[in-house]
């Protein structure tokens, strides 16, 4: 096992830190989300679909075209759809 001297053990210790701090900061964040969820549902907002939109936005459009375009197949494919006219 390598032993740490000087610098590099302060080193060590500030990365350690950061790191928690950081934690810290996402564990607040991930707070503020669910209050901001929680407060579309006392809107009346569906949040599943709100999670939905956030997620989609995130994608690229071609990306987010090729996964509407293999979920209609499937959809189509098990007969989820209305039927067009023939």
């Given at each position: 096992m390598?032993?740490?001297?000087g610098s ?10 950061r ?35 956030v997620?989609?936005?995130?994608q690229?459009p071609?990306?987010?075209e090729?996964?509407e375009?293999?979920l209609s197949?499937?959809?189509?494919a ?5 039927q067009e006219d023939?």
């Amino acid at each position: 096992m390598k032993d740490f001297e000087g610098s590099s053990k302060e080193h060590l210790r500030a990365i350690i830190e950061r790191v928690e701090r950081l934690e810290e900061e996402k564990k607040a964040i991930a707070d503020d989300i669910r209050e901001v969820f929680a407060e579309a549902k006392t809107m009346g907002f569906d949040v599943k679909a709100v999670r939905s939109i956030v997620r989609m936005r995130k994608q690229e459009p071609h990306v987010r075209e090729e996964e509407e375009a293999v979920l209609s197949t499937y959809m189509a494919a098990l007969g989820m759809l209305p039927q067009e006219d023939e």
